[in-house]
């Protein structure tokens, strides 16, 4: 199956990625295996220095573009851990970002993206009514537009994958399967990429929203289909358009796409808290869901979960944590 990357492109963006931070912790929380019935190890990219995996390939698209001297700023459209990613190693590679968000946005990660040095602004109904923004902008201000699925960044976004599976190997075997949410598809395509690095067998199993099911009824039909809306809580995983690229990968090299309900994502968060006292963002806590709901399937098994971040709003998550499901 054809990859974005190669072990030689992983040893580049690896330098990269730890010249900045170090690697995130993989635990298993014994609370939370005895909920889910499995030996469950947590990928904490919660505790990267912005609360998310999506640091990782921002630095090394950053410094790539940086050596093959590109001038100017750049333009992308997120729901607000990409726009982080891109105004840090913006920041640190002195390239001037600009940030579009679809109006009502987090508003805590507006204040961390603009605190970070990225012009935000804050235009569209939901992100990919954004993303076309962000295109019309680069155009009219001469910027490049930067997407948010690309082969630099899932460069970068495999290191986590890379630490996961080498550490539960040493551990005592390789994991079963893997849960990880979808949003673009950066996070799953490096784990894939990353599985078939090491000649793992590990299933990668793709999570979506129930109301952003775009990747789930592609998988199904083995194209891409466009909803119409992308209406959850979980705002990283809030498109209505699969990447092309993406999608090839994730029909190779997926074992299956769960669905999970706002209702389930939200009783996840609060396992989370409960069993080990992290923080998850909606789209943070979706891969737990998902092993939840297929717990009886995996039982007794060793399997991963990745908490992509927990960059969530302290006014949600306190409704949250009282019982709620919040509206959209």
């Known amino acids: 199956m054809a990859h974005l990357f190669s072990e ?18 993989q635990h298993v929380w014994p609370l939370l295996s005895q909920r889910t019935g499995c ?20 630095l090394v698209y950053m410094r790539i573009r940086n050596d093959g001297r590109a ?23 002195r390239v001037p970002v600009t940030i579009v968000v679809p109006k009502g946005n987090s508003i805590e ?3 961390a993206m603009r605190a970070q040095g990225a012009e935000l602004i804050e235009a569209g109904e939901d992100f990919d009514a954004a993303a076309g923004i962000a295109r019309d902008l680069a155009s009219e201000r001469g910027l490049d537009m930067m997407p948010s699925f690309m082969r630099e ?19 005592g075997g390789p994991l079963d399967t893997v849960y990880v ?19 793992l067998k590990t ?45 090839e990968i994730v029909l190779e090299g997926a074992e299956r796409i769960v669905e999970v309900s706002d209702d389930e994502i939200a009783d996840a968060i609060r396992a989370y808290y409960t069993d080990t006292h992290n923080l998850a963002e909606g789209a943070g806590a979706a891969s737990l869901a998902a092993l939840l709901q297929e717990k009886d399937r995996v039982k007794g098994k060793r399997v991963g979960v990745i908490l992509t971040g927990g960059n969530i709003d302290q006014k949600l998550f306190s409704s949250i944590l009282a019982g709620n499901t919040p509206s959209v």
Request: with cysteine; aromatic share 6%; glycine share 12%.
């Open 8 to 25: 030689q492109d992983f040893q580049h963006a690896a330098k990269i990625v730890y010249d900045f931070m170090t690697p995130t912790l």
């Open 39 to 58: 030996e469950t190890w947590v990928k904490h990219e919660n505790q990267t220095p912005t609360g998310a995996f999506k640091l990782r390939g921002g």
């Open 71 to 93: 001038t100017g700023g750049i333009v992308s459209a997120t729901r607000g851990n990409h726009g982080q990613s891109l105004a840090t190693a913006g920041r640190r590679e």
């Open 109 to 111: 990660k507006n204040a």
């Open 153 to 171: 960044l899932t460069m970068g976004v495999s290191t986590y994958g890379r630490e996961l599976f080498t550490a539960v190997r040493n551990a």
């Open 181 to 199: 949410p979808i949003g673009l598809g950066s996070g799953i395509c490096s784990l894939i990429t990353q599985r078939d690095l090491l000649g």
């Open 203 to 247: 299933k990668i199993v793709g999570v979506v929203s129930t109301n952003a099911n775009a990747y789930s009824l592609s998988f199904r039909s083995g194209q891409s289909v466009i909803t119409n809306s992308a209406n959850t809580f979980a705002d990283g995983m809030a498109v209505r358009t699969p990447d092309a690229a993406a999608l």
